[in-house]
């Protein structure tokens, strides 16, 4: 989470990030943290959500996404 300071990050840098290849991410993460409103897509990447931030016990940055 803190590798990108909050800000948009496109889905291969996230697949990266995670050790899985990015049609993994697309199809089977992705939609299941964006039910759980944790993640968001936005024009520039994908940002996960205050909700993500507070399950997770962490600060979210400053100007996080809402959702």
């Given at each position: 989470?803190?590798?990108?300071?909050?800000?948009?990050?496109?889905?291969?840098?996230?697949?990266?990030?995670?050790?899985?290849?990015?049609?993994?991410?697309?199809?089977?993460?992705?939609?299941?943290?964006?039910?759980l409103?944790?993640?968001?897509?936005?024009?520039?990447?994908?940002?996960?959500?205050?909700?993500?931030?507070?399950?997770?016990?962490?600060?979210?940055?400053?100007?996080?996404?809402?959702?």
């Amino acid at each position: 989470v803190s590798d990108f300071g909050g800000g948009p990050v496109g889905l291969a840098e996230l697949a990266s990030a995670l050790g899985e290849y990015p049609d993994a991410v697309a199809e089977t993460y992705e939609p299941f943290l964006m039910r759980l409103r944790f993640l968001v897509r936005t024009p520039t990447g994908r940002v996960a959500t205050p909700a993500a931030y507070e399950y997770l016990g962490l600060p979210g940055p400053s100007g996080a996404a809402t959702g």
